[in-house]
C-alpha cells in the first residue's frame, strides 16, 4: 500500500484501490486477517505509519491486523500494540540488530 491505496507489481504500480475499500469488500467475503505493508515506509527503519494503521483498526475493528514496514526498535512494536495490531513484521530491524530476539521474545512474553 502506498498513499491508502493498493500497490502492486513489486510496489511498482500504485491502483486506485482505495485501502479501505478494498478491506470492507473482502471483509464482506469473509477475510478476517490482513496482512498491511506501507511500502513508503518500508525498510527504511523510520517508524511505521501507526497513524494509518490506528484509522484502519478503528474503521474495522474486528480485522486480525498485521503491520509491516518502517519498524525500528522495540517502541515501535509497543505503539502498533497500543493501537490493537494483532501481530507485526520485524525485518530489516532485526536483521540490522537493532531488535534483538530476547528483546522480541521479552516483548512478546508481556502481552
Known amino acids: 500500500m502506498k498513499e491508502e491505496k493498493i500497490a502492486v507489481a513489486g510496489w511498482l504500480e500504485t491502483t486506485d484501490i482505495w ?3 478494498f478491506i470492507e469488500k473482502y471483509l464482506a467475503h469473509g477475510v478476517q486477517q490482513l496482512f498491511c505493508t506501507d511500502v513508503s515506509k518500508d525498510g527504511l527503519l523510520q517508524g511505521p505509519s501507526t497513524e494509518l ?5 478503528s474503521k474495522f475493528p474486528s480485522l486480525h491486523f498485521i503491520a509491516s514496514g518502517g519498524v525500528s526498535n522495540v517502541a515501535d512494536l509497543e505503539a502498533l500494540r497500543d493501537i490493537g495490531c494483532a501481530g507485526v513484521i520485524v525485518g530489516k530491524a532485526f536483521y540490522e ?3 534483538s530476539l530476547p528483546e522480541l521474545v521479552r516483548f512478546n512474553e508481556g502481552k
Open 19 to 21: 485501502i479501505y475499500d
Open 53 to 57: 494503521y490506528r484509522n484502519i483498526l
Open 97 to 99: 540488530g537493532r531488535i
